[in-house]
């Protein structure tokens, strides 16, 4: 065995070290971490400024509607601002909104089907003009889904969503006259896009930390493992690549070069190295004993394979033993149960063998057995034969001689009677034999099925030459 063996590593090919797979395994895992752990909290930072918002827009809707009169909602749309009473609410509106800084727009509306109906509207600058009083806005695409509930007075989930304006947060509180009815919304609308840029500086500042002291990381481990691990790893290596296994004496040789690497790392590597010199020098000494055992192992295949063979075949005749026929049939029963087979099965049972056996002995018989099959092999010369019994044969026709079937059938019976008809021949040199064949259909699930309808034709022709000649039986 030479240097380029199968079993010596290949040292061509380029493959990532384990110093550096290892710390980016780390990495990699450590950063679908970070990535988890930050989104868990940028998240949870949305949520509980959602919290607050709607804390918040609870207590200013709450302070609003302390600010006017709920009976004159529809006195307040129609007159606005030439009531002193109206601008006196308005201007105590603008100042509730200032000490709410993180509101941007406070709005009263009443709801119908068709919109919503302006009654107060403070913009971000208060202008006096901007949603005159009775004003009717259609619903943003946000509303729409809620709009049967404002109008009937209900309370709504908040919202949340990008608006024309940025990211918004919206609050809005039913509020009834003195007789209960619904008489308008009171609604406040925070901004949340300094959040969202917050928390966006803030995420990617931690990313770059992290990414800086990962990156630190793995230079550090990169050096650690390759000064504890991957530098004797790739000692021993080396020192494999220049192995050699032709002899006994290369075995020895590779040994001490093993030898005089003298690992000492004091942890797994070193025993590592101290189970792979073990190893070696059991291996040197299974190696004197190989030779024998693969001999012995050559030696006893060679003894099973010959008994294989004799199983499979009659030691009389030399055509397949009934173990052999029992392996066909089972390989048959298998394509049947896939749809794929044609073929037929013939028996032959050879006529008056016990008379011969009795009369002129068992070596007579064997000479009648052995004559009658060669007749039988003569006719079917493409399909298997096998002797199933002392008197029996069975054969598979496929290929060609299934598609002459017949023919040969008439062929092997008028062979037979000729045989038999030349009294002047000894005899158990007349040969004489019954046969019966049957054909697979598509009924037939078993090869069991077919075999029984040759058995009957065959004991229908073994009848009929009983009849005609007499038997010993």
Request: hydrophobic residues 35%; contains cysteine; proline residues 3%.
């Amino acid at each position: 065995m030479s240097k380029t063996d199968s079993r010596s590593i290949p040292s061509d090919k380029k493959r990532l070290s384990i110093s550096i797979h290892l710390p980016l395994l780390f990495i990699v895992s450590f950063i679908w971490i970070i990535v988890a752990v930050i989104v868990l909290v940028y998240f949870r930072f949305e949520k509980r400024t959602v919290d607050e918002y709607t804390a918040m827009g609870k207590s200013a809707t709450m302070l609003m509607t302390k600010e006017f009169d709920p009976d004159k909602t529809q006195f307040y749309m129609e007159e606005n601002f030439s009531l002193e009473e109206y601008s006196e609410i308005r201007d105590r509106l603008v100042f509730l909104k200032e000490n709410y800084p993180d509101v941007m727009y406070m709005y009263i509306y009443h709801f119908i089907p068709e919109g919503g109906e302006v009654i107060f509207d403070l913009d971000s600058d208060y202008s006096l003009d901007a949603d005159p009083p009775g004003t009717i806005y259609d619903p943003d695409p946000a509303v729409v889904p809620y709009m049967n509930d404002l109008c009937e007075g209900n309370e709504i989930p908040v919202l949340t969503g990008d608006t024309g304006d940025g990211y918004m947060l919206t609050y809005m509180r039913p509020v009834f006259d003195s007789n209960g009815n619904y008489s308008c919304h009171v609604c406040v609308d925070f901004s949340m896009d300094n959040l969202h840029k917050k928390d966006i500086r803030f995420v990617l500042g931690l990313l770059l930390i992290l990414a800086i002291i990962t990156v630190v990381i793995a230079f550090i481990d990169i050096y650690i493992m390759r000064k504890k691990v991957t530098g004797p790893i790739n000692r021993m290596k080396q020192a494999t690549d220049s192995f050699s296994y032709e002899n006994e004496n290369d075995h020895q040789n590779n040994i001490s070069i093993m030898e005089k690497l003298n690992i000492h790392t004091g942890d797994e590597i070193e025993d590592l190295y101290r189970l792979f010199l073990t190893f070696m020098k059991n291996n040197l000494s299974f190696m004197q004993n190989l030779n024998k055992a693969e001999n012995d192992i050559r030696d006893k295949e060679a003894k099973i394979g010959q008994i294989s063979q004799e199983a499979y075949r009659d030691t009389l005749t030399g055509v397949g033993s009934k173990t052999a026929y029992i392996k066909k049939v089972e390989e048959i029963n298998s394509d049947i149960k896939s749809g794929k087979c044609e073929l037929a099965v013939v028996m032959v049972d050879i006529n008056n063998l016990k008379q011969i056996n009795d009369e002129h002995g068992h070596k007579s018989g064997d000479i009648y057995i052995k004559g009658c099959c060669h007749m039988i092999c003569y006719h079917f010369k493409h399909s298997p034969v096998y002797r199933i019994g002392g008197d029996e044969f069975a054969i598979i026709l496929n290929g060609q001689d299934y598609d002459n079937r017949k023919t040969i059938i008439d062929s092997l019976n008028k062979a037979f009677n000729e045989s038999f008809m030349k009294k002047d021949n000894e005899p158990w040199l007349r040969y004489s034999a019954a046969v019966g064949m049957a054909e697979y259909s598509s009924d037939d699930n078993t090869f069991e099925l077919i075999f029984k309808r040759a058995d009957e034709a065959m004991y229908k022709a073994k009848k009929e030459f009983k009849t005609q000649y007499g038997s010993y039986r």
